[in-house]
């Protein structure tokens, strides 16, 4: 599968979506990309400019996951080899607010593009991209971590439409025998995250001077990892993984929030006066780890970055974007790809 074929990939004007692309078309992982994405306010079709005039290797279409017609045209005009499918609704804060795109693009979304794979020539391999949030929440005062037996148990309208999603997509390999696979990743940072998250929120309130909000006691624990080291083991799995099975992603680095927003003050100048301690999430997850043997077992992938450089260069990567940041936040990124795609 490496280094031919056409990787369909969803949401990829997102987060880790483009990270991916980068790295997929950086490294020649695959022959060519068709990226499949929204634009909704999460998707900036600018995170991918360094592929679009590229036109033997990159294509871009604007689409909803959940609309069968746009998503049969896709797989029908560019016959995709694999699908990794990113799209989803990803902020718990917003999922709380309103629970309605979550169900639409999470769980909707997903059948959609699950059954397009399976209809299509060739019936491509489909990677589910997930969450550990899916698995609940652990104690902070055990040793427990999460691992592909652990039981369900989402806890916030974001987990419960990710793991509605898991579910189907483990239903298809059951009842079609489709090709599938899912990953349950743990929290991922790095460039291009939307400014809505934890770390690129406090990166950007610590650039403008103004504090960070941190939720409840800040004592609540995420398991941290690079979105490159994700972005390598979701490829791992896409070409090692066994059909049908789950694997949990992460890079044994347990944080405090707190400890977090600790780690970036010096950072960025500051000191503890930029710590604002605020209103708890409603249902806030006190704690998540990731057990990773079974890829690192299966596949022999392994994480890279060290937490400590991988922050550093983070922090770096906001600092020398700022005008990502301002059109992010203001949304000016849409006349982009008006610009490239006006009409289409
Ligand atoms: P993101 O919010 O940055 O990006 C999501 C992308 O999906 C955006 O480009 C958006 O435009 C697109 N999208 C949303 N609705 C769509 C729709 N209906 N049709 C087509 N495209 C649509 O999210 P992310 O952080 O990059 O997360 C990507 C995936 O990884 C998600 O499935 C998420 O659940 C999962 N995940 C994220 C993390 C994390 O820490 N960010 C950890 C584990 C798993
Ligand atoms: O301003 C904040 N202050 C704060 O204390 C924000 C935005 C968050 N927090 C806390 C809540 C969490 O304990 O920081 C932690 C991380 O919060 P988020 O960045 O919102 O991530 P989380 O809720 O842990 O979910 C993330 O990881 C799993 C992603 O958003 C999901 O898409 C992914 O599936």
């Known amino acids: 599968m490496s280094g031919q074929g056409t990787w369909l990939v969803t949401g990829a004007a997102g987060f880790i979506g483009s990270n991916f692309v980068h790295l997929a078309l950086g490294e020649r992982w695959c022959g060519r990309v068709v990226a499949f994405d929204a634009l909704t306010y999460a998707g900036n079709l600018g995170n991918l400019e360094r592929w679009t005039a590229d036109r033997e290797r990159f294509d871009f ?7 069968p017609d746009a998503v049969g045209r896709v797989f029908a005009e560019y016959e995709p080899s694999a699908v990794v499918h990113f799209a989803a609704e990803s902020h718990v804060d917003r999922s709380i607010e309103d629970p309605a795109p979550f169900l639409h693009t999470n769980v909707t979304g997903t059948q959609v593009v699950l059954g397009a794979a399976r209809e299509a020539p060739g019936a491509p391999r489909m990677l589910h991209v997930s969450t550990d949030e899916v698995y609940g929440s652990l104690p902070l005062d055990s040793t427990e971590r999460f691992h592909e037996q652990r039981p369900y148990d989402p806890r916030s309208p974001y987990a419960a439409s990710k793991a509605g999603a898991d579910f189907l997509v483990r239903a ?12 349950n990743c743990s929290n991922n940072y790095g460039p291009y995250q ?9 990166i950007m309130n610590l650039l403008r001077g ?13 398991d941290w990892i690079h979105v490159e080291d994700h972005c390598r083991a979701v490829r791992a799995c896409l070409e090692r993984g066994r059909s049908g099975e789950t694997y949990c992603i992460g890079a044994d680095n347990e944080q405090p929030n707190i400890e977090v927003v600790r780690a970036l003050l010096p950072l960025l100048g500051r000191g503890e006066l930029a710590i604002r301690f605020v209103r708890d999430r409603p249902g806030h997850d006190r704690r998540y780890a990731i057990d990773a043997s079974k890829i690192r077992r299966e596949t022999g992938w392994a994480p890279r970055i060290a937490w400590k450089e991988g922050l550093a260069d983070t922090v770096r990567w906001y600092r020398e974007n700022p005008e990502w940041l301002a059109s992010v936040r203001s949304g000016e990124f849409l006349s982009y790809y ?4 006006g009409g289409q």
């Open 338 to 341: 008006e610009r490239l795609y």
């Open 210 to 222: 103004e504090q960070v909000p941190v939720y409840g006691d800040g004592l609540n624990v995420r």
């Open 172 to 183: 298809a390999h059951h009842t079609h025998g489709q090709d599938v696979v899912i990953t």
């Open 61 to 67: 279409v604007r689409g909803d996951v959940a609309d």
């Open 194 to 202: 939307f400014p809505e998250k934890l770390i690129p929120l406090a």
